[in-house]
């Protein structure tokens, strides 16, 4: 493992997809960038906004994604996910309202909106939380690629993003409610 900022170590795919499988109460995923670049999510964004009608959802990685929020759901375990918001929403963020989230809302993933200038700048990062205990971070660059995980070894910090999160997920407003408020807003 290679140290990256002096409290994160970063950890391959595989134990990551390990930790993630081993969660028995909450899988927590805080979502800050206002794009995206990933090849596979380019695609299907790219469709969006040219407007082509939304596409089946039966790509083997959408399926298996879903699966896995259903399977997790079945035992019990909660799958969230917090969306900071920034000012501006860029097409990116219109796809993954209109497309993404309300697909990931029907296999049992709760997605919640919370103004990112609202927000301290600590949690203003993508991580994922699992069982309230552990804190994964998203690498990306600049350019908003994914570039790996890292496993947060400061435990001090990491109760700091838990307790942050926990804070704005409870005061962020409901996928049913932001989109009641972003569709009747006159454009």
Known sequence: MMKLMGHR?????????ELLRGANRRIFRMES??????????????QFLR?????PLDSPEIKEWDEMIRNYRKRGISFDRL???????????????????SYTAGAGEETRFWPIK??????????????????IHLEYDQSGRWTGFSFETDSAYA?????????????AMKLEEFLASYRSRIV
């Open 9 to 17: 170590e970063s950890i391959p795919s595989e134990k990551f997809d």
């Open 33 to 46: 960038l206002p794009e995206y670049n990933v090849p596979d999510d380019r695609v299907i964004c790219d």
């Open 51 to 55: 407007g082509v009608p939304l596409p």
């Open 83 to 101: 969306r900071l918001m920034p000012e501006t929403i860029t097409p990116y963020l219109r796809y993954e309202i209109d497309w993404v989230y």
């Open 118 to 135: 609202k927000s301290s700048p600590t949690l203003q990062r993508d991580f994922y939380v699992l069982d309230d205990a552990t804190v």
């Open 159 to 171: 109760r700091d993003l838990i307790a942050g999160s926990s804070q704005l997920w409870n005061s």
